[in-house]
């Protein structure tokens, strides 16, 4: 079964760190490119990050440029996003998916930024 579990999200404080993890299963995971995605309260889904399978990164959120970085391990089948100088307004739900061939959206990580 192809599957994507992501992992590493909580509730921190302005300011904090927080790396979240998306692990792959079931499938050739080298080859494709990865991307994460947030989904905040009341609003739709939208991309943050992509990595190429050679590692080439883009974070697409201007408001994340500088304090998110995407990463990958092809040996792991993992894909990791790193967030630092966390604000309220990167609160939401973090997914994980691949492209081409979206795989179902899996239950994603909450991610909560407050004091």
């Known amino acids: 079964q192809q599957q994507l579990v992501e992992s590493g999200g909580g509730l921190v404080q302005p300011g904090g760190s927080l790396r979240l993890s998306c692990a792959a299963s079931g499938f050739t995971f080298s080859p494709y490119t990865m991307r994460w995605y947030r989904q905040a309260p009341g609003k739709a889904r939208e991309l943050v990050a992509s990595i190429s399978s050679v590692g080439g990164t883009s974070i697409y959120l201007d408001s994340m440029k500088g304090r998110f970085t995407i990463s990958r391990d092809n040996a792991k089948n993992m894909t990791y996003l790193q967030m630092n100088s966390l604000k309220p307004e990167d609160t939401g739900v973090y997914y994980c998916?691949?492209?081409?061939?979206?795989?179902?959206w899996g239950q994603g990580t909450r991610v909560t930024v407050s004091s």
């Open positions: 998916n691949r492209i081409p061939s979206l795989l179902p």
